[in-house]
């Protein structure tokens, strides 16, 4: 049996995927093999020796102490894609509000309440409310990933053109996205050309205000630009002077903004992304797979701390071992097996940065349980040795 513990609420959606048969899951356990967690800050939280690992629902870890885990062999693990429907989803509203004016016409309706000649107000008034449909128009999606792919292929069902970017798409991406996305070969080709724009980009050191002033002077005149990204990836102050000058018609943001709030034409969302049910359900449910997978079998699928790292179970034996990703550390391990006279049937090793993680299956651990874990824990540069099954 392995104790699960639960530091914020799981959706039961993600909790039913640990059967009660293996799993005690509960906010109260004391020896946990694993944790889910949503936002609850683990910072100050003392990791006892029998943790193995910890699942983010969610895709952001930094709720999570990652690198002083990972020192414990302690794998954090988070939810990539889980929520991308949801914001695939607030991309679509996103276009549709930056066209048609829903927000301030639902506004100015309102305060036509108590009117006695409101329907003649209405058909009066309606005119200024009146906006462009997307169907035929042009749209650039920067950034094919899990959102950006989703985007893409929906706004193509939606009848609009769909010019994409990224310069590291993934094999998955490219399975994933439709061919009639016209793919572009820098983001200056993107923003000439389209009349909707949208960021599905991480931010980092390289993308921080990646929509500054100078990339602005080349859109199209006119544009509409969505941000359900990050705050981090648009110069305010840029975005705001494009709106004045008409560069942009319209600016759609999950990411409120001081400089930004309640500007003319600027739509601000409270980063509602991936606030559904069905999100938070999903990434429970992913959180919960990839702890039950690992406990069980060792694997390691959307670890943000090791690499990912799966190999079927051959059905004998299986021991891990969790380690730096020093020189000879492969040929360190298999030594201890050989002394110990195991037979090795499969193995797989793969690193990620400074840590690096093998599986091993072998015929029979016969009754070298104590010794073999023993020695492995003892050499230099491995921070976590398990015996994760035989059978
Ligand atoms: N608003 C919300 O609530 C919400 C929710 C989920 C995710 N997000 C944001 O959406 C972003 C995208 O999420 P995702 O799940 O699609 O991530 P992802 O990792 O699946 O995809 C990101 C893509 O961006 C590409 N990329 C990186 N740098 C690029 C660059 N300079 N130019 C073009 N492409 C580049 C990568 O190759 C990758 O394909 C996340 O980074 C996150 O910040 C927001």
Redesign the pocket.
Known sequence: MYNILTLNAISPKGLEKLPGEQFAVSADITKPDGIIVRSADMHDYSIPDTLLAIARAG?GTNNIPVDSCAEKGVVVFNT??A??N??KE?VIASLLISSRKITEAAEWTKTLKGQPDMDKLIEGGKKKYAGPEIIGKKLGV???????VLVANAALALGMEVVG??????VH?AWHISGQVSLAKS?DEVVSVCDYITI?????E??KK?IDAELLKKFKKGARLIN???GGLIDPAAVADALDEGILNKFVT??ADNELLGKENVITLP?????TPESEENCAAMAAVELKNFIEYGNIKNSVNFPNCETPYTGKARVTVAHKNIPNMVGSITAIFAKENLNIDNMINKSKGNWAYTIIDLDTLGDKHDSLIKELKELKGVVKARIVREN
């Open positions: 895709a990539p894609g929520n991308a949801a914001v607030l920067i950034g094919l990933g899990a959102i950006g970017y990224d310069p590291f798409l993934s991406s983001v599905h980009i991480p931010q980092n390289n993308t990646m359900l990204s990050r999950d990411f980063h509602l992304g991936a606030s």
